[in-house]
């Protein structure tokens, strides 16, 4: 038994409450679920568990169903079915899904509940750069571009893409979110600049003036690619919006490029030549949450290397303003990458 204090507000509960692209009412046979899956719990009642104790800070980590690897195939609190997620006063959740934070933390409760897009990151970012170095080994990472564009995870994942050495570029939508990438050392590129930049692959436009609007942004997009990346193009492209996006994302792709991916927000029907793709010797890493083995060790980078979201107070929801949250959240008026919501005070 538990009481969520902070959960994080995320892609997936925005996509559960549009019921797309799955409703998972339906695809759990339940009427309701409660959602929030991603937060941290203070231990109420540990029912016999040999780690944990009453009053432990925990992590929550949504492996409901995993494979025999370890990596993750039913979501907690999202499409596995009779689980309460983390926006209710209080909760049961298994202890082996509980991690606790660590002991005499350098940082806030916020910052910890925020983990999961870091998690996210980390596992992807491995995949990423591996995939990478298979074909381009020996390479001074410090001429290649990684670029993303996205949220919180492509954030999280271009600060370890930095660390590595690599020129790391992104996009954003406003000037504070352009302020915070520069403050970050990412270089900012403003995707105002090109305000037509998607295509529905499903659906391509049939009027020419439209056309040539798309056009005309994905040059001005081409030639930024182009100008931070010394003509080549991006070495790993990080991208989580998918569809409207992916004829682009792959045009601006340098040869032995990776194009990487946990995300779909926007469209997860992709399309591509084959030809062009393995004459350009592009991979495609698409992965999922994070290895539940990985669990402690990505908590213990984070902490031992300063890996951490910075908070925005204002991006903090009270638990009765979570409609609030979700309408600010989906009409794109929160400027932090990292809105909370809090469930019960401390
Ligand atoms: N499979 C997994 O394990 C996993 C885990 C975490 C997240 N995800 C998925 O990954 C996706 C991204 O999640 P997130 O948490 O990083 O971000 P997020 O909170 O969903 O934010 C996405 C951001 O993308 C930017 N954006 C929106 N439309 C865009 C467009 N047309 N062109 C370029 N940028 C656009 C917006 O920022 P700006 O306006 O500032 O550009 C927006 O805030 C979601 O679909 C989520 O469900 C999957």
Redesign the pocket.
Known sequence: MVEPLYGSW???I??ALSRRPIDVCHLRHEEAVVLGNLGIVRVLDPKGSSSLQEGDICMVMPFAERDRYGYAELIYAYDAPRTVGLLAKRTKIATDLLLPIPGNSAYSLPQWAAY??YF?AWDNWRVAHQCWSTQMPEQDPGEHLVFG???????AELQLAKRAGFRVAM????DG?LAELNRLGITAVD?RLFPH??LDPEHPPLDTEEMARYRASEKEFLRTIGALSDGAGAAIFVD??GA??YKATIKAMARQGVVTT?????GMRTFHLRASECINRHLHVN???WRYDDCATIRDHQENTAWMPSIDPAAVYEFDKVGQLAAD?SS?KVDS?FPLYSVNPL
């Open positions: 995320e892609a997936n925005e996509h999961a897009r996210t564009w996205g949220g919180g995870v492509v954030l996009t954003a939508g406003s979110r995707r930049l998607a989580n919006i409207p996006l946990v995300g779909w927000k926007h992965t999922h949450v959240y794109g990458y």
